[in-house]
């Protein structure tokens, strides 16, 4: 579950205005992840869609203008998160052939925008409830699941055994289908790298 709620939305949105470093980190640490995956659905490479974000972030750090609510918040972190991905792809496009592909997807993202942010803040909270899992259980189904590995490969990174992999994955589900809505478990089980 999300940790927005140990914090009163408009304490947090008071701190983040006067440039308090620990609500700026807690806006980092929830919203991180689900920008790189957003990002980097733009620009095709993780790598840049980091430093995209860390600049979102930078902007968020120098904005002086308050935010009204939490909702705005997030549209900000999108959208400056969007805007500065699709800038990245306008400046890396060199040939005819790029830029048409670039302005044929554009047109795709633009449509499918909305679907896309309810879909990220989908994985954000199942990324968010499988930190919260036991450790040694959380880091195999994310290894698993999310990173695709297979349990023969996880347990040799691990040194563990595989019938331990097989165990630790099958509770990590088993917890993971307690605490998740079951459109959200569907909804992990199906878009996750698992083979």
């Given at each position: 579950m999300s940790q927005l709620s140990?914090?009163?939305e408009q304490q947090l949105l008071r701190g983040l205005t006067?440039?308090?470093?620990?609500?700026?980190?807690?806006?980092f640490k929830e919203y991180y992840s689900a920008l790189c995956l957003y990002a980097s659905r733009i620009v095709g490479e993780p790598g840049h869609a980091e430093d995209i974000?860390?600049?979102?972030f930078e902007k968020l750090w120098q904005k002086q203008s308050p935010f009204e609510n939490l909702r705005h918040l997030k549209d900000?972190?999108?959208?400056?998160?969007?805007?500065?991905?699709?800038?990245?792809?306008?400046?890396?496009?060199?040939s005819q052939e790029r830029q048409a592909r670039?302005?044929?997807?554009?047109?795709?993202?633009?449509?499918?925008?909305d679907l896309e942010i309810i879909r990220m803040e989908v994985f954000r909270g199942i990324y968010l409830?499988?930190?919260?899992?036991?450790?040694?259980?959380?880091?195999?189904?994310?290894?698993?699941?999310?990173e695709g590995?297979?349990?023969?490969?996880?347990?040799?990174?691990l040194n563990i055994s595989l019938q331990t992999v097989k165990n630790q994955k099958t509770r990590g589900m088993k917890l993971l289908r307690m605490?998740?809505?079951p459109v959200v478990f569907a909804l992990f089980s199906l878009f996750s790298h698992h083979q």
């Open positions: 140990s914090y009163n006067s440039g308090d470093t620990l609500y700026y980190s807690f806006i974000v860390q600049d979102v900000f972190l999108y959208k400056a998160t969007r805007n500065a991905a699709l800038n990245f792809m306008k400046g890396v496009q060199h670039f302005l044929n997807e554009q047109e795709v993202l633009t449509a499918a925008e409830e499988i930190d919260n899992l036991p450790e040694q259980c959380g880091k195999i189904v994310r290894m698993s699941y999310i590995l297979k349990n023969e490969q996880i347990a040799e990174i605490r998740l809505s």
